[in-house]
């Protein structure tokens, strides 16, 4: 996945990495799993859309469960 880099100033090459990210959700910090883009050339994390649109997600999810919710936090 090529990906800018904004300390690099440049589209770069990243690998993904698994990690436990916490998200605040409505002002509850809510953890879960994160898969996370990181430059293969500095090793800073970089924004992917489609990474972290599904750890928001995975966020949302885990606060409706925790609070009995099906509609998603606003």
Do not use: K, Q
């Not at 996370?36 to 885990?62: I, K, M, P, Q, Y």
Request: include cysteine; aromatic fraction near 6%; glycine fraction near 6%.
């Amino acid at each position: 996945m090529v990906v800018f880099c904004p300390t690099c100033l440049r589209d770069v090459e990243v690998r993904i990495e698994d990690r436990r990210e916490s998200l605040p959700v409505l002002g509850e910090n809510i953890e879960v799993a994160a898969r996370v883009a990181v430059c293969g050339v500095c090793g800073s994390d970089v924004w992917s859309n489609e990474l972290d649109d599904v750890t928001l997600e995975r966020a949302f999810a885990e606060y409706r469960r925790r609070h009995g919710t099906s509609t998603p936090p606003v």
